[in-house]
């Protein structure tokens, strides 16, 4: 089984608020100083096809990133906890708008490697936008599982387990399929070992030109980003005052209904 | 010229840095408060292949080059300097055994050592030979096949959990009464007493041993090089091993500078934060300077011991003596910044503090590491 993973370099959402600054002038946030890392819910995701591949004699992992050159990185992270092979889509455009573009360049890439199965995280760290992996299922023409635990090999195709509020679901699907995996305890992304990572500084990182690019069409540009702020918090002090608790609590709730707090 | 690390090492200091985050973080204050040696946090480094860096690829390692190793005990002194010891002790440990050992005495004792299934220690401390390494008074005499080994050990990291040791000791000749210095590598079992010494200032959780050996047999093949070649491969492991102690130094200044920047921006006074007032600034500066300073001298002597340059030796004493004044000044200055939280437990300032005073120590003191240097510029006659 041919299982992808699709990863995303991202500012890091650890970064003190007080380091987050934007760009003078420009919608888009400042990147100095700041590190990249890979996107919290991506790393589940390749978890996820980690540990599966390790349940299925035969399977290998590709991980796929789609951006520019230095994007790389978390490739060479995802080949440091021993995905067999590597993946970049070549897009040199700021991707933030461009769900639907990367969408479909992940789905051409799908197409050009033969995948069966097709892993990503549920949102990308940084814009939250969780478009990719569902037009990219659309594109692809495949059936979904979002909100995915983990997979195991069943009797018949594949075992998902997917997270509702009380609990978890399984489903039983066939591949070709997508799964959309969000964060869980068991899809913790392991930590690589010394030789792997020396390791994966040299391997091969492989250049997919995606040319069926019909996906591609389907979402470029829809959506227009009309401003970006960062929200300025205020704190103010108000002492409720009362003869006794029982008015102090009536004073309270008087005053949180003309707030519309309550 | 290129003065940066290259990607590959980047890339070692990342993986690292995600392992320190996830097990070292949350354990650090705790080892040092119970003072107990982190079984589980060894089994992590096991794991990860960090136990195995000291060792050629040939015996399990992962090629035993020093700046690599270096990179890592920074970024876990970073956090927790009594854990960057435990791969700091096995570089220790077992360098005499890498550097003057047979190939049959490699394939014996660096596997389990490489994998983290067996720990190790060096034994060089005497209670009457520190510094003086010629003073040392155990001594050995061969029996058959054997040595019969006798003496005590001080100060030993590791010395109660280790499984495996390089010891030093004189053998005398029984016809001339000739003493030589020579190292043998020591399997724990009869013959060997173990005391823990208790109640350290700092590096809590790293235990330290006292070792009694009474007419303890050794064979005669775990003799290391010839006998006599003691002074010469104790110093050879010196002059490899005083480059991670340096790192350690680093890695505690680093991560008390990081603190006191932090610090230096949330905590107001006088309606500012403190980091507006000069006093403060030019701590921080100066902190920064020294640190910065201290990691390219460590980075360059551990190059150097690599790519075996004639006055490595210097290097890694240079580095040792400097990067461990540093950690000292840089740590009390911390403390400095932060004011009484700098004194309190509440924050990690004060346990570096007390984790950099063991880096002028051990080793070989700053006086010994200037003794070494002084003697690189006038010759050795001085
Ligand atoms: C926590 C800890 C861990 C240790 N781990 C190990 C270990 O794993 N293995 C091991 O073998 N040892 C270990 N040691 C021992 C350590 O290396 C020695 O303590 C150190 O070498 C100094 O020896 P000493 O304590 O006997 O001091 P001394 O040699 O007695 O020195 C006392 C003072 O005199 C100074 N001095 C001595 N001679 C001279 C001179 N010629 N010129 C100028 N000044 C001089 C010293 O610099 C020092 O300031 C450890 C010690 C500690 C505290």
């Not at chain 1, 990719?132 to 495949?142: D, F, K, N, P, S």
């Not at chain 1, 069943?154 to 998902?160: A, E, F, K, P, R």
């Not at chain 2, 360098?95 to 003057?100: C, F, H, K, P, R």
């Not at chain 2, 005083?242 to 790192?247: H, I």
């Amino acid at each position: 089984m041919q299982i992808m993973v699709c990863l995303k370099k991202i500012l890091d959402p650890e970064v003190p608020p007080r380091d987050f600054r934007l760009k003078k002038g420009e919608m888009a946030p400042a990147t100095e100083g700041i590190p990249l890392v890979m996107s919290s819910f991506d790393q589940n995701a390749l978890e996820v096809g980690l540990q599966l591949r390790e349940k299925l004699a035969g399977a290998t992992v590709t991980a796929v990133t789609v951006g520019p050159e230095d994007s790389e990185d978390v490739l060479r992270k995802a080949l440091a906890v021993k995905a067999d092979r590597a993946v970049r889509v070549p897009l040199e455009q700021d991707s933030k708008l461009a769900g639907g573009i990367v969408a479909g360049l992940l789905a051409g890439a799908a197409k050009q490697l033969g995948a069966d199965l097709v892993i990503c995280g549920r949102q990308a760290g940084d814009w939250d936008g969780s478009q990719v992996g569902l037009i990219l299922t659309e594109a692809l023409g495949w059936p979904l599982v979002n909100l995915v635990m983990g997979i195991e090999p069943g009797s018949s195709g594949l075992v998902l387990r997917r997270e509702l509020d009380e609990g978890y679901e399984v489903i039983e699907g066939n591949s070709p399929l997508v799964a959309v995996v969000t964060n869980h305890e068991t899809n913790v992304l392991r930590i690589a070992k010394v030789k792997d990572t020396m390791a994966a500084m040299r391997k091969k990182i492989e250049l997919f030109d995606v040319v069926d690019s019909a996906a591609v069409e389907l979402q470029g540009g829809r959506i227009e980003l009309v401003s970006l702020e960062i929200p300025v918090k205020e704190a103010n002090c108000e002492m409720i005052t009362g003869e006794n608790g029982g008015e102090k609590a009536d004073n309270l709730v008087k005053r949180l209904l003309e707030l519309k707090v309550l | 010229m290129d003065f940066e690390l290259d990607k590959e090492l980047l890339f070692l200091k990342e993986m690292v840095r995600d392992l320190v985050q996830e097990k070292v973080v949350p354990r650090a204050a705790e080892i040092d408060r119970t003072d107990e040696f982190p079984w589980d946090i060894k089994e992590d480094l096991a794991e990860h292949e960090i136990l195995a860096m000291p060792f050629p690829e040939e015996y399990g390692g992962t090629g035993g080059k020093v700046l690599p190793m270096v990179i890592v005990v920074e970024e876990i002194a970073k956090v927790s300097c009594s854990v960057s010891m435990i791969p700091g002790a096995q570089c220790l440990g077992s360098a005499a055994i890498v550097l003057a050992g047979t190939k049959e005495q490699k394939q014996r004792f660096l596997p389990s050592l490489a994998s983290g299934e067996k720990l190790c220690a060096y034994a060089l401390t005497e209670p009457n030979a520190g510094s003086d390494v010629g003073g040392i008074q155990s001594f050995a005499v061969r029996e058959g096949n054997d040595y019969v080994l006798n003496g005590t050990k001080r100060f030993i990291s590791f010395g109660n959990i280790a499984d495996i040791l390089t010891v030093f000791a004189k053998v005398i000749d029984q016809n001339t009464g000739e003493k030589k210095l020579s190292c043998f590598v020591v399997e724990k079992g009869e013959g060997l007493v173990v005391r823990n010494l208790e109640h350290k200032m700092g590096v809590k959780g790293t235990p330290t041993a006292e070792l009694f050996f009474d007419n303890m047999r050794v064979p005669a093949e775990d003799l290391l090089g010839a006998e006599g070649d003691g002074f010469k491969i104790a110093m050879q492991v010196l002059d490899k091993t005083r480059a991670e102690v340096a790192a350690q130094a680093l890695g505690l200044a680093q991560g008390a500078l990081d603190v006191a920047v932090q610090y230096a921006r949330d905590r107001v006074q006088f309606g500012n934060p403190i980091g507006k007032f000069q006093a403060i600034q030019f701590k921080l500066a100066d902190m920064e300077m020294k640190t910065q300073a201290s990691r390219y001298l460590t980075y360059v002597a551990a190059d150097k011991y690599d790519r075996k340059a004639h006055d490595r030796g210097k290097y890694t004493a240079m580095a040792k003596a400097f990067t461990s004044d540093t950690a000292m000044e840089v740590t009390t200055e911390a403390i400095q910044v932060l004011g009484g939280y700098g004194y309190s437990e509440e924050y990690p300032v004060e346990r570096m503090f007390r984790d950099a005073k063991i880096q002028q120590i051990y080793e070989g003191t700053n006086e010994i590491q200037r003794i070494v240097i002084a003697r690189s510029l006038l010759g050795r006659g001085f």
